[in-house]
């Protein structure tokens, strides 16, 4: 089971921190991918993390604002969002998967996922 919580209304240029915890099932998951999505348009992937290296990816446009990063020892992931523009707003989902590496990427198929938190930035 994911968990995800942080999610906020913030001005532009401000910061959040999401948080996904990982339990049950999903406890063995080795990639934690962070997607967002807006009402009627399609999931874009954010932000992925493999938790073996840890390995990170970012789409372009967060390079340089988001970071995920990983607390082993409460099995929860970050994705901490700094520098937050108005078209960052979105529902975000954190989703789970286990597999190579190689397979860990935003186009993979997850098959856990969260049930979102809203972020809003005006």
């Known amino acids: 089971q994911l968990v995800e919580s942080g999610g906020a209304s913030v001005q532009a240029g401000g910061s959040l921190r999401l948080s996904c915890a990982v339990t049950?099932?999903?406890?063995?998951?080795?990639?934690v991918g962070w997607f967002r999505q807006l009402p009627g348009k399609e999931r874009e992937g954010v932000a992925a993390?493999?938790?073996?290296?840890?390995?990170?990816y970012y789409v372009d446009s967060v390079k340089g604002r988001f970071t995920v990063s990983q607390d082993n020892a409460k099995n929860i992931l970050y994705l901490q969002m700094d520098s937050l523009k108005p078209e960052d707003t979105a529902t975000y989902y954190c989703?789970?998967?286990?597999?190579?590496?190689?397979?860990?990427?935003?186009?993979?198929?997850?098959?856990?996922w969260g049930q979102g938190t809203q972020v809003t930035v005006s």
């Open positions: 989703a789970a998967r286990t597999g190579h590496r190689l397979s860990c990427h935003l186009g993979a198929d997850f098959g856990y």
């Open positions: 993390i493999f938790t073996g290296g840890p390995i990170t």
């Open positions: 049950g099932s999903t406890y063995s998951s080795n990639c």
